[in-house]
């Protein structure tokens, strides 16, 4: 990344200001804006999301916000409310409260005398879902939006279920903020009410793991704040980004598609990051792509932005299976609309013994079946990369002995996709609850296997999510089975596989008890999205090299260490995936603080025992400043029966090695069809 400094203007930067909310609460608030905003008003960039602007995301808030603020911007950078330094407790994800919040920094941020009243807001995951979420509420102020690694639907398509399964990242997300909630405000800039802030957080947040649990199906939980209930109530331009390693990529091509507004899609190679800092690579010139899009929809100058196609997206090539890249090889590609009518269908039939037809071969039904081993999923990687691990699927064929896999002839030409590819599967199941997983990989002439992209589906799920009914075990059934988008290129010589599982764990949680499918082959189909190579067009796609302001300075105290395992203990037939994501110690200079950060995740299984399968995740936060030391530890474990949910969770809070507070949870769920 290319450092701008010094930048095009000069810039103060408040380090900490104070928003007012009507019911008595402040929020902490950083923000950077050019040295005369205040005679010259400028118009203001929002991000508003929990991760702690004071040292969390400090590096890359000085990255991207004084970047803008140099670029004629004023950028806010908000503490949601009980996070980081700003006052009150934070009890979920998206709360009302919480959006009207947002409305309220909205109208507080027009109202400055360095603000020309025209705002947009921008921000990855949590910051693109209240983007989203507070454009629906229309406040005036609210000009446009770039939303990153967001979705549209909370259940469908979110960290905690897919296609009506259970995601493991369900867990591993759910201790992610069981220890944010757990961490105090800074007491250089609360004061001496620090550690009343910190009791009342402690006491205060809950257990969100329970919260969502007692969620399993499409309800007005997840409606909430899930924008796809009413496409019309978002009312101002949005950029939706993502990248095909993240896993928040299917809802850019439902905002293409179903938005009323002027809005674009950008599609990467990249993991949970922005796009400025993506990895894989290659990384592009985010920030002034969105300069480009703040200069329209803000200023209301002419840039030529809304001339780019709707969707430009990064046509992957083959690649080797591996659990991290770190660029992958590819091109840039448009699409002047979505649905793109440019996307035609390539059909092929799932055969017995095992092949993939096309369409126009003459298929006869067969019948196969499976019951697939736990192990299925082992090494699948994570539902969400975020690229600080190696979280990437590995080679396919650790996972095909225990799957259906149908496979193509060797292609006489290169094939390239681009969407959503969809299995239609005709079906029956021996039991009331069942799950499929199904993956569309890329087989190399050396048999090497990389997984291209895949679905899930809770077959009581299979007429929707709302209200899913038992199977009638027996029952012919025909379903689809929609895999996530995906843009890539299957070489000429290689092979597309189809593969079939009954579990996919760690990433999805398995059915209560085993379970047989059959496949009726022949009636059962692949339909892909293909697209025709338009390079004259395509190659007009061109993207700046990335650059940035120059980050914060900080230096290593410990090192940290990144790590997946997978051990198979032969003597008590336990399986287990160790995740290793530990940041070790690092001290921020502004800031005068050492952080700690470790967090440990295991998923184990015992042979072929469905009561088997449990999640445990152990964080631990510190911070060290002068005599001020304070440390969390927080604990959380999923188990199962064919009946129940069981979670078992401990929170601990240390000031210097004295335990100054503790909490501890036994919780049993019913299962609801999962």
Request: aromatic share 10%; glycine share 8%.
């Amino acid at each position: 990344m290319k450092i701008i400094d010094p930048l095009p203007r000069p810039i103060r930067e408040i380090e900490l200001a104070w928003i007012p909310i009507s019911d008595g609460i402040h929020l902490a608030a950083r923000i950077w804006m050019p040295e005369d905003a205040e005679s010259a008003p400028v118009p203001a960039i929002l991000e508003f999301i929990p991760y702690r602007r004071r040292d969390n995301t400090r590096v890359r808030d000085d990255i991207m916000h004084p970047w803008f603020a140099g670029n004629g911007y004023a950028c806010v950078r908000v503490d949601i409310r009980g996070s980081g330094d700003s006052e009150g407790v934070l009890e979920d994800e998206y709360l009302q409260r919480e959006l009207d919040d947002g409305v309220e920094i909205i109208r507080w941020i027009a109202q400055q005398d360095w603000c020309d009243g025209n705002i947009g807001m921008i921000g990855i995951s949590w910051g693109g879902f209240n983007g989203l979420q507070i454009a629906a509420l229309r406040p005036p102020e609210l000009k446009a939006v770039v939303s990153v690694a967001s979705t549209d639907d909370r259940y469908a398509d979110d960290v905690h279920h897919m296609g009506g399964c259970l995601l493991g990242d369900n867990l591993s997300w759910a201790s992610t903020m069981f220890a944010f909630n757990s961490l105090p405000p800074d007491p250089e800039m609360v004061g001496e009410r620090w550690r009343e802030m910190w009791f009342q957080r402690l006491r205060g947040s809950g257990l969100w793991l329970e919260k969502w649990l007692r969620h399993q199906r499409r309800d007005d939980y997840w409606q909430h704040g899930s924008v796809c209930e009413d496409w019309g109530a978002i009312q101002c331009p949005v950029m939706a980004v993502s990248g095909w390693a993240d896993g928040y990529t299917n809802a850019v091509f439902r905002l293409l598609a179903n938005l009323q507004v002027p809005r674009l899609g950008l599609v990467g190679p990249w993991s949970h990051k922005y796009p400025h800092q993506g990895v894989p690579g290659p990384a592009i010139g985010f920030l002034q792509e969105c300069k480009r899009w703040w200069d329209q929809w803000l200023k209301g100058e002419e840039t030529g932005i809304m001339g780019e196609p709707m969707l430009r997206a990064w046509m992957q090539e083959h690649q080797p299976p591996t659990t991290f890249y770190q660029e992958r090889p590819g091109r840039w590609v448009g699409e002047p609309q979505w649905p793109s009518p440019n996307i035609g269908e390539r059909i092929l039939t799932l055969a017995s013994p095992g092949t993939l037809e096309p369409q126009e071969s003459e298929v006869g039904e067969a019948v196969m079946t499976i019951q697939s081993p736990l192990s299925v999923g082992l090494f699948a990687g994570k539902w969400c990369s975020y690229a600080a691990t190696p979280d990437l699927p590995h080679d396919q064929r650790e996972e095909d002995g225990g799957a259906l896999v149908f496979d193509s002839t060797q292609l006489d030409g290169p094939l390239e996709i681009l969407g959503s590819p969809v299995v239609e599967l005709e079906l029956a199941a021996d039991r009331p609850v069942a799950m499929v997983a199904v993956r569309l990989s890329d087989v190399a002439p050396d048999d090497k296997v990389t997984r291209v992209t895949y679905g899930l589906l809770n077959l009581t799920h299979r007429d929707g999510s709302a209200e899913p009914t038992p199977l009638e075990p027996g029952k012919r059934y025909r379903v689809k089975v929609i895999l996530n988008d995906i843009g890539h290129v299957f070489p000429d010589g290689n092979r597309l596989r189809v593969s079939i599982s009954t579990s996919y764990f760690p990433l999805a949680w398995p059915a209560p008890v085993p379970v047989r499918l059959t496949i009726f082959t022949g009636t059962s189909r692949l339909v892909l999205p293909e697209r025709p190579r338009r390079d004259t067009e395509d190659s007009e796609i061109v993207f700046l090299p990335p650059e940035g302001a120059r980050p914060l300075a900080t230096r290593t105290v410990q090192a940290g260490q990144h790590k997946w395992r997978v051990v198979r203990d032969l003597e008590t037939d336990v399986s287990t995936l160790e995740v290793i994501n530990d940041d070790g110690v690092i001290y921020i200079e502004p800031v005068g603080v050492e952080m700690q950060r470790k967090a440990l995740e295991w998923y184990s299984y015992r042979g072929y025992d469905y009561s088997s399968p449990q999640g445990e995740t152990l964080w631990e936060w510190g911070y060290r400043r002068n005599n001020w030391e304070v440390r969390t530890v927080t604990r959380t474990v999923l188990e199962s029966t064919p009946s129940h949910f069981n979670i078992h969770a401990q929170l601990d809070a240390y000031e210097g090695q004295k335990r100054v507070f503790s909490e501890n949870w036994d919780v049993e769920i019913p299962r609801d069809l999962v």
